[in-house]
């Protein structure tokens, strides 16, 4: 059950933190990225391509989940999108996290250590692979 209400409260969270600063800060964003096409363009690529953005984006270590939040309640990506997104992006983590913590209590299931490790290093280098492989491509 801990990973169920762990999932739900972090997207409830997020939710909370898209939703004010969409409400926020969304039209000063538009109005700002009317003379920048570079930025729009970024801008159009993500509300065509949303759920895969923000999935792709749960999966960086090394932005924080606030930031990520906020961030794409500026951005036009769709509520149904992010929120799906978070939910399927949140799982992993949240899964090896539960299982280290829970090793760490004890020691005797260290497996569950180097089970949770392995699942931070498939949910890094996954996407990673996935996005070399389409580069290269045909």
Same mark, same amino acid.
Request: net charge positive; hydrophobic share 55%; proline share 4%.
């Given at each position: 059950?801990?990973?169920?209400?762990?999932?739900? @409260?972090?997207?409830?969270? #997020?939710?909370?933190? $898209? @939703? =004010?600063?969409?409400?926020?800060?969304?039209?000063?964003?538009?109005?700002? !990225?009317?003379?920048? #096409?570079? !930025?729009?363009? $970024?801008?159009? $690529? %993500?509300?065509?391509? @949303? &759920?895969?953005? =923000? &999935?792709?984006?749960?999966?960086?270590?090394? =932005?924080?989940?606030?930031?990520?939040?906020?961030? &794409?309640?500026?951005?036009?990506?769709?509520?149904?999108?992010?929120?799906?997104?978070?939910? %399927? *992006?949140?799982? +992993?983590?949240? %899964?090896? /996290?539960? $299982?280290?913590?829970?090793? !760490?209590?004890? /020691?005797?299931? %260290?497996?569950?250590?180097?089970? *949770?490790?392995?699942?931070? =290093?498939?949910?890094?280098?996954? +996407?990673? !692979?996935?996005?070399?492989?389409? #580069?290269? #491509?045909?």
């Amino acid at each position: 059950w801990g990973t169920l209400y762990t999932v739900t @409260g972090a997207t409830v969270c #997020a939710a909370l933190e $898209f @939703g =004010v600063a969409r409400w926020v800060g969304r039209e000063t964003i538009e109005r700002w !990225l009317a003379g920048r #096409a570079r !930025l729009a363009n $970024f801008d159009a $690529f %993500i509300e065509q391509r @949303g &759920l895969w953005a =923000v &999935l792709i984006l749960r999966t960086v270590p090394s =932005v924080p989940f606030e930031v990520m939040n906020i961030s &794409l309640g500026l951005s036009p990506v769709r509520w149904r999108h992010f929120l799906a997104a978070t939910v %399927i *992006g949140a799982i +992993p983590w949240t %899964i090896a /996290f539960g $299982f280290m913590g829970e090793a !760490l209590t004890d /020691f005797r299931n %260290i497996w569950k250590v180097l089970a *949770g490790i392995s699942a931070l =290093v498939a949910i890094i280098w996954v +996407p990673w !692979l996935w996005r070399r492989r389409r #580069a290269s #491509a045909p």
